[in-house]
């Protein structure tokens, strides 16, 4: 398991991706209207739109990479923790479940999808 990418959930993306990329100087290596990506390592950081509404963006998100997204999940089921939905292939190309941490953080781990 590897952290893959650090997601800060904004309302507002400008006022942040002006910080992160013209103050602080990081590359943006992806831009779409809801979601940024700068190369800062070897965990990328990510701004993320957040949802007024949608409880699980806001604050701060992890996306660790892992091998097996089902086997983890029956892993942490065994150690009595249960995701906030079922294990979903997504169409950027990975199979993720997410979990909330005890700080009320979205925590996330996706198994890349054979192309």
Known sequence: ???????????????????????????????????????????????HRASP?????RGLGLFFTVDNVDALVRRLAERGLEPQAPPVDQDFGFRTVAYTDPLGNRVEFGEPLAP
Not at 19 to 37: I, L, M, N, R
Not at 53 to 57: C, L, S
Request: charged share 25%.
């Open 1 to 47: 398991m590897k952290l893959g990418f650090v997601i800060l959930f904004a309302r507002e993306l400008g006022p942040v991706l002006a910080f992160y990329k013209d103050t602080v100087g990081f590359h943006a290596t992806a831009e779409y209207p809801d979601w940024v990506e700068f190369d800062s390592g070897p965990a990328r950081l990510a701004l």
């Open 53 to 57: 509404e949608d409880a699980e963006t």
